[in-house]
């Protein structure tokens, strides 16, 4: 199947994926925070009984806080360099949302293993 496409196919791609534009980076922050939260749901529901509940709630709390201050940030960009100041937000939810679920993957072992 990839035969079918030609050469510069992945050239078009990395251009498409640099090319951010405001409901490009407004959809990547629901999509990367709200499967965190389904996660912690996810683990909540299947652990209805967890010593820990709190604890996951709080990382919920969190994630719904960065969301709102990262749609701020993404709302009031300036008008200027705004691809760059895209990336910066873009990479700064990566690595907010990365120490977020290594929170979570504590909260797990320490809830799974009570």
Known sequence: ???QFPENTYLCIVIIQNDMNLRDIKKDIQYVI???IDDCTLFLNMNPDSKNADEITGLIDQAVDLYNDLRDKVVSAPKEEV???FKG????LLAKTDSLYEALATA???G???
């Open 112 to 114: 799974l293993a009570a």
């Open 1 to 3: 199947m990839l035969a």
């Open 108 to 110: 797990v072992k320490k």
């Open 89 to 92: 937000v873009s990479q700064e």
């Open 34 to 36: 709200g499967a965190f």
């Open 83 to 85: 691809k760059a100041y």
